[in-house]
């Protein structure tokens, strides 16, 4: 297996300054954003559409510092009505970036769109017990979301290149049962998960029951942990809406949107690997099911534990998982 980061976290610092640091935490993959949410701060994209120089130099970089490209990274919401069309645009121009590069993993999400024609608000359907709800959510997947991903899975199987969808809450496809319906309908023979167990956690969704579920549809997967906060689901439950808006440099999300502050007490909350589920109890075993899918998958960390900095979040996550695949064998 490829052990990594997506190197999000790393925003700040140059390319090469990204691949020493993960190099020196015994790290051998990095995934790379490419635009969506954050943009491309490690990733000349035009350069390397234009020029097969630029490229075999980019790639080149990355092979100085044994580190494999096992990735782009392009999470976005495609389907907004509001930023959705330069969020879809990045992930087109995306798959030609992988294509070009012959890196064979984007990952992406499915985006939600609004919940009507006449609409210009996202609008995420949590539990479609009335009827209304449902209509809803036939709108948007069958007016909005199949034809779009029917697109890009033409655009992926031309470049052969797959898409690895993250199953996030906010977007049409949060769970295993929402990913198989996207492939069903749009016959996604390039698409499939990015494994992310963190977004499954708090949902109550076993991470490595659902990898075994899902099988080959696992192309990728990430590295992040969730701890659960027992004594504060117990009063505000998992659907915790108290998050409150940012009012200092608020990270923009494209167009007018920008990231929230999570609750005080959250009832769950993103940490490091380890830090919310053991190495032995789910790390070694959520490795195990990977590995049973695909022996060179490649499993990258994503850092947003906020109790951590950059590099003592990462050099913390990068060590629970190396001892993970230690003790798991892969």
């Known amino acids: 297996m490829k052990l990594g980061a997506y190197t999000a976290c790393l925003h700040d610092r140059s390319l090469d300054e990204t691949l020493k640091v993960l190099g020196e935490m015994g790290l051998t993959g990095a995934e790379i954003n490419t635009g969506g949410f954050i ?62 590069l012959g890196v064979k993993r984007v990952v992406t999400m499915s985006g939600v769109p609004a919940g009507s024609p006449s609409s210009d608000v996202a609008n995420w359907v949590v539990n479609p017990w009335d009827s209304q709800y449902l209509d809803i959510l036939d709108y948007q997947w069958n007016e909005v979301a199949v034809p779009f991903w029917k ?130 109890e789910f790390w070694v075993p959520f490795l195990q099911a990977l590995h049973e899918i695909d022996p060179d998958m490649a499993v990258n960390i994503e850092h947003e534990d906020t109790e951590l900095d950059q590099i003592e979040g990462l050099r913390s996550a990068a060590e629970n998982l190396l001892l993970a695949a230690g003790k798991a064998g892969v």
């Not at 096992?70 to 509001?82: A, C, F, H, K, Q």
């Not at 930023?83 to 992988?98: E, F, M, N, Y």
């Not at 992040?224 to 505000?236: L, P, Y």
Request: glycine content about 8%; charged content about 20%; some cysteine.
């Open 151 to 280: 697109d890009i899975q033409a655009r992926a199987a031309d470049a052969d290149v797959q898409i690895c969808i993250e199953m996030h809450p906010h977007n049409l496809v949060f769970n295993p049962a929402t990913l198989l319906r996207l492939i069903e309908q749009t016959d996604g023979t390039h698409i499939g998960a990015e494994m992310d167990p963190s977004h499954l956690f708090w949902q109550g969704i076993d991470p490595v029951a659902a990898t075994r579920y899902l099988g080959d549809r696992v192309f990728h997967a990430a590295a992040k942990d969730t701890r659960i906060n027992a004594d504060n689901v117990k009063i505000f439950g998992v659907l915790d809406d108290r998050f409150t808006r940012t009012t200092e440099n608020p990270l923009n999300l494209g167009g007018d949107f920008t990231l929230n502050q999570w609750p005080q007490q959250p009832s769950w909350q993103f940490v490091a690997v380890g830090r919310g589920h053991g190495v032995d």
């Open 39 to 100: 943009g491309a701060p490690h990733i000349p994209i035009a350069e390397i559409l234009d020029s097969a120089g630029a490229r075999e130099d980019y790639l080149g970089r990355f092979e100085q510092a044994g580190i494999t490209l096992t990735g782009l990274n392009v999470n976005g919401n495609p389907l907004n009505p509001s930023v959705g069309a330069a969020h879809a645009a990045d992930l087109r121009r995306t798959i030609d970036v992988a294509a070009a």
